[in-house]
């Protein structure tokens, strides 16, 4: 069975650094783009980072400079980066994959569970 795995999550102040991780779990043989996506309480889901299975990446405007995306193929895990933490970054945190191929099938459009960020002022 396939899973999206996302950690480390927590709690942390102002100014502090969290590194979350989305681990894909099964028999995984590749997975395309991903997305981190957050959900800050009472707000819609928004992306804010994804990168290509090639490794190119983009930011929300939002959290460039402060947040990077990067991916380890070999371990099928993406990771998030967040230093310079704010408040306003506080959120739920997914990750999504465009599509998953197994020694079986492909998934599209595949979401983990979710990891809770707050940031403490």
């Known amino acids: 069975q396939v899973m999206l795995v996302e950690s480390g999550g927590g709690l942390v102040q102002a100014g502090g650094s969290l590194r979350l991780s989305c681990t894909a779990t099964g028999s995984i043989l590749s997975i395309n783009d991903v997305g981190w996506h957050r959900q800050p309480p009472g707000q819609q889901r928004e992306l804010v980072a994804r990168?290509?299975?090639?490794?190119?990446?983009n930011y929300a405007d939002s959290v460039k400079g402060r947040f990077t995306i990067s991916r380890d193929n070999a371990k099928n895990t993406v990771y998030l980066q967040m230093n310079s933490l704010k408040p306003e970054d506080t959120a739920v945190y997914y990750c999504?994959?465009?599509?998953?191929?197994?020694?079986?099938?492909?998934?599209?459009?595949?979401w983990g569970q979710g990891t809770q960020v707050t940031v403490s002022s």
């Open positions: 999504n994959a465009d599509s998953i191929v197994t020694s079986t099938l492909v998934i599209y459009d595949y």
């Open positions: 990168i290509t299975s090639g490794g190119r990446t």
